[in-house]
Structures are given as C-alpha cells and as structure tokens.
C-alpha cells in the first residue's frame, strides 16, 4: 500500500517555540521522492522540499529543517521559533517510484499549524 | 521555483451551467499537469492527470465526461466542469509536473473557488 500518515490534525504553539510536524509514509518501492507543501490561508500550495529516498542527509533551509529516517518511515518537518506568518496547513506526500510514468502525488492529510503572538 | 497560474481565481455560477478552469505554466513547459480538488479542512484529492497532447487519465470515482480536461499546449491545461451543481462546488487546484534531470518535482497553481448555486 501507498501511503501517507500526518497525525496531528493540529498544532497550536505560541510564536518563537520550536514546532515539529510529523510526517510517516509506506511504500514498497525502493526509489521514491518525498515532499512538504505548505498552503497558507490564500489556499496555494507552495513547495518547500523535495527529498529523494537515496539522499538520507537531514537539511536545514533558515528556520527549517527535516529530517529523513527511512529505518522509521518518516520525513518530519521542524519549525525553529515560530513565527504567525508560519500559521498555515502543512502537506507531506510521496511520489512513488511505481508512478514515475505520471507523477502522482500521494499526500497526507494536511497538519493545521496556528502560531500565536 | 516554477510559477504556475489558474484562471479564475474565483466563480460563481448557477446550477446547470459550465465553467472552464485555465491552468498555465508560465516559465516552462508541462508535458503532464494535475488536477486536484480540495474541500474544506481536508486534503488534495487527485481528479485526472492530463497530457500534453493525449486523452486525460481519471482516477477511479471522477466522471470524465462531468469534468473535461484538455490539454493543447504544452503550457496550457483546461477543466471543465459540465453542468455544474451545488456539490461541485469546491476549491480545485491544478499542478504542473517539473523535470530536472533525475529530480522531479510538482509546482501549484493558486487554486479556483467554485461556488454553484
């Protein structure tokens, strides 16, 4: 099965707390990219990461970072000191290898994060 | 990142009527874009894959004839959603798949509201 689990429906964290939203997948390939969106109230999705299953190297972009275990399943995503502006819905998915002829995303359903001042 | 556009952005329109949903890809080209339909507080349900040039692929569940996809440039992606009614009202969203040597990633449009009343 192809699959992507988000837990945490949603997250509230007052600003400048770290905040890390959880992201597990299930796939039976070998070769397969994950991602995180992040679709703000506007309603569009922006790109955040893409991660490729053969790259385990953790990385941190500014006050982002993520972290790939494939021995667990999962690609979770921090947010070091929050801010408002961070206040959105965060997508994790996966592309699978099996559908590289079309693409298909395989997304999570979404963790709701509310930063307050 | 690549900058994809939908047009319009929000409809209102009476129950029985078509609307036409432009998805453009504005600084590159797509072979193959996504359309996906989201409802509130919930995640990206994936509608069709169109191609560039060939008939759309439906995922199991979505009429092909109540939502009309055609694809005629390699930059422009269009949904139609036929004889709409209130339960099509909805936020649709179109992607555009990016290929970059091995890496491959989806940029999103800004979505469309629709509204039928």
């Known amino acids: 099965a192809q699959k992507v689990t988000q837990a945490q429906t949603e997250i509230s964290v007052v600003e400048k707390e770290d905040v890390t939203l959880d992201c597990v997948y299930e796939?039976?390939?070998?070769?397969?990219?994950l991602f995180w969106y992040k679709q703000p109230p506007s309603g569009e999705l922006v790109f955040l990461i893409r991660r490729n299953s053969f790259d385990e190297q953790n990385e941190i972009s500014g006050r982002y970072s993520w972290n790939f275990q494939k021995s667990t399943s999962s690609f979770n995503f921090t947010i070091t000191a929050s801010q408002v502006v961070d206040s959105a819905v965060y997508f994790c998915?996966?592309?699978?290898?099996?559908?590289?002829?079309?693409?298909?995303?395989?997304f999570g359903q979404g963790t709701t994060l509310q930063v307050k001042p | 990142g690549a900058v994809v556009s939908q047009h319009p952005s929000r409809v209102i329109c009476k129950s029985g009527t078509s609307v036409k949903i432009e998805c453009r890809s504005l600084d590159f080209q797509a072979t193959t874009m996504f359309w996906y339909r989201q409802f509130p507080k919930q995640s990206l349900m994936l509608m069709a894959t169109?191609?560039?040039?060939?008939?759309?692929?439906?995922e199991q569940g979505v009429e092909k004839d109540k939502f009309l996809i055609n694809h005629a440039s390699l930059t422009l992606s269009t949904l139609t959603v036929t004889s709409a009614h209130p339960e099509d009202s909805s936020f649709y969203i179109c992607s555009a798949r990016v290929l970059a040597g091995d890496q491959e990633t989806q940029y999103f449009g800004p979505g469309t509201r629709l509204l039928v009343l």
């Open positions: 998915a996966l592309r699978p290898d099996g559908s590289s002829n079309t693409g298909k995303l395989i």
């Open positions: 169109s191609n560039e040039g060939s008939k759309a692929t439906y």
């Open positions: 796939t039976r390939d070998t070769t397969y990219y």
